[in-house]
């Protein structure tokens, strides 16, 4: 599916958009790190506050972990299908694409209802109804160019962030490998979702913008959100 959102959202990040553009948040996710904390006195107050933004919001107060870092993939990181995935993970992109297929975007409600945390789908902080909120996304009144979007990823390779119980696997693959490093055939499958138009101009920013599906190793969708991620 070559989908026309992309070029909103790349567009929408290198230029100022109009008020009727797509309207995913484009900001970054902070990466920690010594300059990202200030021990002044005068944040003390807002030190808690800026410090829940580095958190992966779906951890439980026990064992909150920081948002991993963007690493180097290379085209060899790549894999695709589910026998290399972790059971769970297998499972929650196998709903996925169910849901995906049903041509309903309700379908997703009950796999974001079963699991703990809503998952993000804005980089940037909750929104009250995920669901609802992809729908207002989509081209179409009925969310369907959304499920659409969430199937061809999800049927792309993969690459694998982390090791151990803070792993995440990411979908599609090219939102972590550069764009100007990947093989042939692996450019095909990224004209599969995205226009040339919109690769040259994610190249030209230097970073994917478009949709990418985040899962944790214990199967919990963490991310289903379009945008710069740092």
Not at 54 to 67: G, I
Not at 73 to 95: C, E, H, I, K, Q
Not at 162 to 170: C, E, Q
Request: charged share 25%; net charge negative.
């Amino acid at each position: 599916m070559r989908c026309m959102l992309a070029a909103g959202v790349a567009l929408s990040l290198a230029f100022s958009a109009p008020a009727n553009a797509y309207r995913a948040s484009t900001d970054t996710v902070p990466i920690p790190g010594a300059a990202d904390l200030d021990t002044g006195a005068d944040d003390a107050d807002n030190t808690e506050a800026d410090e829940n933004w580095l958190f992966d919001p779906h951890s439980e107060d026990a064992d909150t972990t920081r948002m991993p870092p963007i690493t180097g993939f290379t085209s060899s990181d790549v894999r695709y299908g589910d026998t290399a995935l972790p059971a769970a993970v297998s499972a929650t992109r196998a709903a996925l694409m169910e849901a995906a297929r049903s041509g309903d975007i309700e379908a997703l409600r009950p796999v974001f209802d079963a699991q703990r945390g809503q998952p993000l789908v804005v980089l940037d902080g909750m929104v009250d109804d995920p669901v609802e909120h992809l729908k207002l996304q989509s081209g179409d009144a009925a969310g369907q160019e959304i499920l659409a979007i969430l199937l061809e990823i999800l049927e792309s390779g993969y690459v694998k962030d982390g090791n151990g119980p803070t792993a995440s696997y990411v979908w599609p693959f090219f939102a972590l490998v550069p764009l100007t490093e990947l093989r042939p055939n692996q450019r095909v499958d990224v004209y599969r979702l995205l226009t040339s138009i919109d690769v040259e101009e994610m190249e030209l920013f230097g970073a994917y913008t478009f949709f990418r599906v985040v899962i944790a190793e214990d199967g919990r969708l963490r991310y289903f959100a379009a945008g710069e991620w740092e």
